[in-house]
């Protein structure tokens, strides 16, 4: 009974690559977002979407895209990798601003 | 701008001993403030949601109190086991922002048996 869930867990790839990361929430949230974790453990938002409406937006490369097919699902496509994108990526989920749930995170290799 | 600072960045305790993990924000126009744990390699997991209007929460061994007018939030976690090791962040949610917390670093703590 996965509450959010990411794919992959592992991601190791080289320069240059495009790559995606899918999440899905089975909470029935109506809010989702995407966080990275860098190498110094320290967590920023990315991107969060309200029923398939992109609410947040943060100074990020427009390399990574994120798309929203419907309210469980939020993915994030990351084009021309470079090796400052390697981090951990979380995903969450909410119901408005209440409390958000995590899921358990990608880790992104760029070698 | 809201910062959250969590100190200490790291803390010992042998098994049975109360712990004391505090977290202080910048900007008191907050929604909420959430208590996380993050074991290694491992996502996060919610602990415990304050609300603007409440001044503490428990659940089972843990307790959190907010002040907002100070700044300050403080989980306690009574008789720590080794199981309570992990890395505990805070975050708060500014009220001009609907979704977008703002996590502290961190404190490290390790119960050691």
């Known amino acids: 009974d996965t509450a959010v869930s990411q794919t992959p867990k592992y991601l190791v790839t080289q320069m240059g690559n495009d790559k995606s990361i899918k999440c899905e929430q089975n909470l029935g949230h109506d809010t989702m977002y995407w966080y990275k974790q860098d190498s110094k453990k320290f967590l920023k938002i990315m991107f969060s979407y309200n029923n398939k409406e992109l609410i947040i937006n943060e100074t990020v490369p427009n390399r990574f895209s994120p798309k929203s097919p419907d309210k469980a699902h939020l993915n994030l496509h990351i084009n021309s990798l470079e090796l400052g994108d390697s981090a951990v990526y979380f995903c969450?989920?909410?119901?408005?601003?209440?409390?958000?749930?995590f899921g358990p995170g990608t880790r992104l290799t760029v070698t | 701008k809201q910062e959250v600072t969590q100190i200490p960045a790291a803390l010992s305790v042998p098994e049975g001993e109360n712990l004391v993990l505090n977290c202080s924000f910048t900007d008191s126009a907050i929604y909420n403030l959430q208590w996380f744990r993050q074991d290694p390699g491992k996502g996060l997991t919610s602990l415990l949601l304050?609300?603007?209007?409440?001044r503490e929460q428990t659940s089972g061994r843990l307790n959190a109190s907010l002040d907002k007018s100070s700044g300050r939030s403080t989980l306690y976690i009574a008789a720590s086991q080794p199981g309570d090791s992990a890395t505990y962040l805070c975050?708060?949610?500014?009220?001009?922002?609907?979704?977008?917390?703002?996590f502290g670093a961190g404190t490290q703590v390790v119960v050691t048996p």
């Open positions: 969450a989920s909410s119901q408005a601003t209440y409390e958000q749930y």
């Open positions: 975050a708060v949610l500014p009220s001009d922002s609907w979704g977008k917390l703002q």
């Open positions: 304050i609300q603007s209007s409440q």
